[in-house]
Nanobody, 115 residues
Framework: QVQLVESGGGLVQTGGSLRLSCAASGSIRTFNAMAWYRQAPGKQRELVATMTSGGITSYADSVKGRFTISRDNVPNTVYLRMNSLKPEDTAVYYC?????????WGQGTQVTVSS
């Protein structure tokens, strides 16, 4: 069973940048689409960005133009580049497939954007 481990979060000021990584313990080639999700305190988890195995990307309106998802099949890693961060981007960020698998949720990585 593949496991996903997110990293790269931290505390940044408004306007700053971060790059999140999601390392898979096995091949992600079999997954049709990988995605990043986030969950802010008191809110439901939301889909942030998706990339299909064919390289097609899609983004939530709230992050379009600021976030970029990418993936490397070797070494089985998915990235989320986040620019022009805003306080409302503060959340725990998770990677998973799209649609998500209950077996693949990891611990996530905390992103905090200070105003």
């Amino acid at each position: 069973q593949v496991q996903l481990v997110e990293s790269g979060g931290g505390l940044v000021q408004t306007g700053g940048s971060l790059r999140l990584s999601c390392a898979a313990s096995g091949s992600i080639r079999t997954f049709n689409a990988m995605a990043w999700y986030r969950q802010a305190p008191g809110k439901q988890r939301e889909l942030v960005a998706t990339m299909t195995s064919g390289g097609i990307t899609s983004y939530a309106d709230s992050v379009k133009g600021r976030f970029t998802i990418s993936r490397d099949n070797v070494p089985n890693t998915v990235y989320l580049r986040m620019n022009s961060l805003k306080p409302e981007d503060t959340a725990v960020y998770y990677c998973n497939t799209n649609p998500p698998s209950s077996k693949l949720w990891g611990q996530g990585t905390q992103v905090t954007v200070s105003s």
